[in-house]
């Protein structure tokens, strides 16, 4: 593993008997135990972070969305919401 770092990383002893057990069972090394759970966390948040942009950009839209909906799209309002769009992104 070049590409690996050493790091150190302290435990509480009941955690890492649960680690422990976990690596008997699966038969691998703590560092893998600790790399695969780090991965894991890493996407999660990367979910999270993802979940929480799309519901503000939803939530920035509602208004315009509520006005095409209610009053029908027209040219100038579907010009509008495609540069709403384009600079959200």
């Known amino acids: ?21 976990i690596v008997r069972e699966q038969n691998c090394s703590r560092s893998q135990c600790v790399q695969e759970a780090m991965q894991m966390y890493v996407m999660d948040r990367k979910k999270e972070i993802l979940r929480e942009e ?3 950009g939803y ?3 509602a208004a315009l969305n509520l006005v095409l909906a209610e009053e029908g799209p027209d040219e100038d309002s579907l ?3 495609e540069r709403q769009l384009a600079e959200a992104e």
């Open 54 to 56: 799309l519901k503000e």
């Open 79 to 81: 010009s509008y919401y």
């Open 1 to 21: 593993m070049a590409d690996s770092k050493r790091i150190m990383v302290s435990l509480p002893n009941k955690l890492l008997s649960e680690v422990d057990k």
């Open 59 to 61: 939530q920035s839209m």
